[in-house]
């Protein structure tokens, strides 16, 4: 059997024809082939060579808020890292993560600590992975400019640490971390009064809710900011606020956010995105890039 090997090896949890709707919040995608759940750091390691050795397909999955999952599903392995890489402490006024911490979780820690340079991260869904793999931001900040190292398994399989200066940060990519499963990082954080970042997290948070459509499944802003202009209003101004495509619809609150409004199909969703990228150069001859990542296709 193809996967009998991987199950004979894993201390952690398995499970078979997991549905990928369960693990996204866009609340779609098809069954994966097996859903892994490493026990440790060692076990995800052993996990990914025998994926390597046997080229079977591996994703590494945090809390799915940027993701497109076909409806087929995923034909291989998809690895949950919360178990191996959850944990969180602080040293002195640096904050050591795992690549599975909540971004909600890191956040309320360090205002909890007094500690200020990531509150601008607030609201933002997803993990510390998933964060650094695209370079997450918002309000002016990105989590590079606090971050110190990353932690993470190579290509060979060996576990290795890269300094900030070694990586190749850029708005919403993070170049040099190709190929590697991040499983930890530290941030240089400052001392900060705990009552200013309550105040800062709250009036971040009302912004968000004001903006953005966070009452109903999705996966975030689909295209990233094209140079000089931002692509919710462009897609705005083309006129595809409030598309629909089945119960995939471009958000009247926020045209950059493709909703799901109950039974939306990946598919759906693609269709919607192909749809307003076509309206969008037609009318600006601007492209618009995928800042969601689709997965099975």
């Known amino acids: 059997m193809k996967y009998r090997e991987i199950q004979d090896i894993l201390r952690g949890q398995i499970f078979e024809d997991e ?7 866009y609340r779609i995608g ?11 750091v060692e076990d995800l390691t052993a996990l990914l060579r025998v994926c390597g050795e046997r ?25 949950d890292l919360k178990a191996a890489c959850g944990a969180l402490r602080t040293d002195g006024e640096e904050v050591i993560a795992g690549s599975a911490v909540r971004i909600k979780r890191l956040t309320a820690w360090c205002e909890e600590r007094g500690l200020g340079g ?7 869904p997803g993990t510390v992975g998933g ?13 590079s400019d606090r971050l110190r190292w990353i932690e993470g398994i190579a290509p060979d399989g060996t576990r290795q640490r890269w300094v900030k200066a070694e990586l190749d940060f850029g708005y919403r990519r993070a170049g ?7 499983v930890g990082c530290a941030f240089g954080l400052a001392r900060t009064d705990a009552a200013l970042l309550t105040t800062q997290r709250k009036e971040i948070l009302r912004k968000r809710n004001a903006r953005q459509p966070l009452e109903v499944p999705s996966a975030g802003s689909v295209f990233k900011r094209p140079e000089g202009d931002y692509a919710g209003r462009l897609i705005e101004a083309a006129g595809c606020k409030g598309l629909r495509v089945g119960d995939a619809m471009v958000s009247p609150k926020h045209a950059n956010f493709i ?13 919607v995105i192909e749809r ?19 997965v099975g296709f």
Do not use: C, W
């Open 19 to 25: 549905p990928l709707s369960k693990h996204t919040s």
């Open 30 to 40: 098809g069954p994966a082939d097996l859903y892994a759940l490493p026990a440790d």
């Open 55 to 79: 080229e079977i397909p591996a994703f590494v999955i945090g809390k799915g808020t940027n993701l497109l999952v076909n409806d087929l599903g995923f034909r291989g392995v998809v690895v």
């Open 118 to 124: 990531l509150e601008f991260m607030s609201g933002i």
């Open 131 to 143: 964060a650094l793999r695209m370079n997450a931001g918002a309000f002016g900040g990105e989590i």
């Open 176 to 182: 040099g971390l190709e190929d590697r499963v991040i």
């Open 259 to 271: 909703v799901n409004l109950g039974r939306a199909t990946a598919s759906e969703v693609r269709t």
């Open 276 to 294: 307003v990228r076509e309206r969008v150069e037609e009318k600006f001859g601007i492209v618009l890039e995928l800042e969601i990542q689709l």
